[in-house]
């Protein structure tokens, strides 16, 4: 299962450093990504990683702001996100692709075969 923690309440300008940990199973190290969900609106890509390059994908709107990176050995991902505004606030969702890899599809949820259970983050103003 993928486990994601590390959010909290925090002022605006701030940081949070998530993180995404695989356990209970072999979990292919594939990709990881993060999306995110605010009230009343869909899931929505922020970023992805492909484990064997270091690839990173971010979408516009965290781009400069917010870093993803990996730890091989803990089979951890992590979200750092620096310079937060009231419009991140959202449940943030981490999933990982367990079949085979192919590009182009990274910023997509059903590209995605396994969810952790989400980790809310406030931004207050």
């Known amino acids: 299962q993928l486990q994601a923690s590390g959010g909290g309440l925090v002022q605006a300008g701030g940081s949070l450093r998530l993180s995404c940990a695989a356990s209970g199973r072999s979990f292919s190290r594939i990709n990881r990504a993060w999306f995110r969900q605010a009230p009343g609106k869909e899931r929505e890509f922020v970023s992805a990683?492909?484990?064997?390059?270091?690839?990173?994908f971010y979408s516009d709107s965290v781009k400069g702001r917010f870093t993803i990176s990996r730890d091989n050995a803990e089979n951890t991902a992590y979200l750092q996100m620096n310079s937060l505004q009231p419009e991140d606030t959202a449940v943030y969702y981490c999933a990982t692709r367990l079949r085979s890899y192919y590009s182009g599809r990274d910023q997509y949820p059903d590209f995605y075969d396994a969810w952790g259970q989400g980790t809310q983050v406030t931004v207050s103003s």
């Open positions: 990683i492909r484990w064997s390059t270091g690839t990173t």
